[in-house]
């Protein structure tokens, strides 16, 4: 993964951040990450590129917290 984050969240941690700040989260999915370094690693490495894809997709769909690599948040400050 990227050596440059500070910070590494799961859904239930970013949650708890962010509700404890006092942000009403509005919105909340997982996005792939289609070009991680662990997927040019076997088994991925023996798959065409287009149903390496394909797969990563339909995985972060299907399970968005095993496949999914970051967090994308609707949040507001509560009125």
Same mark, same amino acid.
Request: net charge positive; with cysteine; proline share 6%.
């Given at each position: 993964?990227?050596?440059?984050? @500070? ?5 239930? =941690? @970013?949650? /708890? ?11 909340? =999915? #997982?996005? /792939?990450? @289609?070009?991680?370094?662990?997927? =040019?690693?076997?088994?991925? =490495? ?23 690599? #970051?967090?994308?948040?609707?949040? #507001?400050?509560?009125?």
């Amino acid at each position: 993964m990227d050596a440059t984050h @500070l910070r590494w969240f799961t859904e239930k =941690s @970013l949650r /708890a951040l962010l509700e404890h700040n006092g942000l009403a989260i509005l919105e909340m =999915s #997982q996005s /792939a990450g @289609l070009f991680l370094p662990a997927y =040019s690693r076997r088994p991925f =490495s023996y798959m065409p590129k287009k149903l390496r894809r394909a797969l990563i997709r339909l995985g972060t769909r299907t399970f968005p917290r095993l496949f999914g690599c #970051q967090h994308v948040v609707k949040a #507001q400050v509560p009125f």
